[in-house]
């Protein structure tokens, strides 16, 4: 089993940052990781997501504006989100995966479903104002 507790989240004005952070228990064991978001009555997105290398990858709507980070000594998955827009507004979730892949393939992955390998967090709403 893995526990991931997402905090950070909240609601800004148009234009305004938050950064929301991902607790990730039993984190050595954890080769993949990423944020993805559902908005009300539409589909899972993957956000962004961070291997084990540090590569990342991330969508084409928040590249440029999102950055996914980790820390290793506090076990712990960060995405710095700037220039929010409206569309941003959605419950994120942090995910887990104790496979290894790339960046791209994990961008993938954590939206299909929870399983044997992979986890997800609770999630966090962020919600923006125009």
């Known amino acids: 089993q893995v526990q991931l507790v997402e905090s950070g989240g909240g609601s800004v004005q148009t234009g305004g940052s938050l950064r929301l952070s991902c607790a990730v228990s039993r984190y050595v064991d954890i080769k993949s990781m990423g944020w993805f978001r559902q908005a009300s009555g539409k589909e899972r997105e993957g956000v962004a997501a961070i291997v084990s290398d540090g590569s990342t990858a991330y969508a084409d709507s928040v590249k440029g504006r999102f950055i996914i980070s980790k820390d290793n000594a506090k076990h712990t998955l960060y995405l710095q989100m700037n220039s929010l827009k409206p569309e941003d507004s959605a419950m994120y979730y942090c995910?887990?995966?104790?496979?290894?892949?790339?960046?791209?393939?994990?961008?993938?992955?954590?939206?299909?479903?929870?399983?044997?390998?992979?986890?997800w967090g609770q999630g966090t709403q962020v919600t923006v104002s125009s």
């Open positions: 995910a887990a995966d104790f496979r290894r892949m790339t960046a791209i393939q994990a961008l993938g992955v954590i939206v299909i479903g929870t399983g044997v390998n992979l986890y």
